[in-house]
Nanobody
Framework: QVQLVESGGGLVQPGGSLRLSCAAS????????MGWYRQAPGKRRELVAT???????KYADSLKGRFTISRDSAKNTAYLQMNSLKPEDTAVYYC??????????????????WGQGTQVTVSS
């Protein structure tokens, strides 16, 4: 069973920081790409930051300098460090991964495997 589990969301005051984690678990999985998206109420889901399959990082232009994505490949885990948080950063943050694995003798690849999301609320 392949899972993406996010953690680290919560309530934080403006100017504060949070660190989100996304861990991929399952037998014989390979994480080809992993990143973070967010969706605020009434808005479309948007890219926050991601590692691409080519190993590069990509950020939403508006978030560069405040948000940093990192990873621990040995743990199949990606992190999102969010600093200087603003009320407009309030959203559900989702992890998305490009995963591949073998199961029952078959090869599977999921290009858009989503986690359940974690709520981030920035408010005083």
């Amino acid at each position: 069973q392949v899972q993406l589990v996010e953690s680290g969301g919560g309530l934080v005051q403006p100017g504060g920081s949070l660190r989100l984690s996304c861990a991929a678990s399952g037998s014989n999985i390979s994480v080809n790409a992993m990143g973070w998206y967010r969706q605020a109420p009434g808005k479309r889901r948007e890219l926050v930051a991601t590692f691409t399959a080519g190993g590069n990082t990509k950020y939403a232009d508006s978030l560069k300098g405040r948000f940093t994505i990192s990873r621990d490949s040995a743990k199949n885990t990606a992190y999102l460090q969010m600093n200087s948080l603003k009320p407009e950063d309030t959203a559900v943050y989702y992890c998305k991964a490009d995963l591949s694995y073998y199961s029952g003798g078959y090869f599977y690849r999921h290009y858009d495997y989503w986690g359940q999301g974690t709520q981030v609320t920035v408010s005083s």
